[in-house]
């Protein structure tokens, strides 16, 4: 497995939050980003997760609530890559992955986008 700290991976990930385009960035909406060494139990490879409502189904029922939350999993993203700049490129994707969960894309998209 390829080794690198919980501090340089928590780097990685704001890397590639910073290369999310300004306009997007600013349309999120009470949504906060964390790192986690590992996913549930049920599912060990788990790169990524968004828990929340998306911004397409929210309504006027939307406020007073918690932040919708996306986590990126440190432990099975470098169990998967080879290198760092693996780990870089499968950063970046996880983050969009999740991010377009925010915005309401759903995995068949995110996959014919090429962000599976």
């Not at 906060?32 to 968004?50: I, K, R, S, T």
């Amino acid at each position: 497995m390829l080794e690198m700290t919980r501090e340089e991976f928590e780097e990685l990930v704001a890397e590639a939050l910073d290369r999310i385009p300004p306009e997007l960035t600013r349309l999120m909406d009470n949504v906060a980003v964390f790192v986690e060494d590992e996913p549930p139990a049920d599912d060990p490879e788990l790169l990524g997760l968004y828990e929340g409502t998306p911004l397409t189904e929210r309504g006027e029922w939307y406020a007073g609530v918690l932040p919708d939350r996306i986590t990126v999993y440190r432990g099975p993203t470098l169990r998967m890559c080879e290198s760092r700049e693996d780990v870089v490129t499968e950063t970046e994707i996880t983050v969009v992955h999740e991010i377009a969960h925010h915005f309401g894309i759903d995995d068949a998209r995110l996959h014919a986008l090429g962000y599976g």
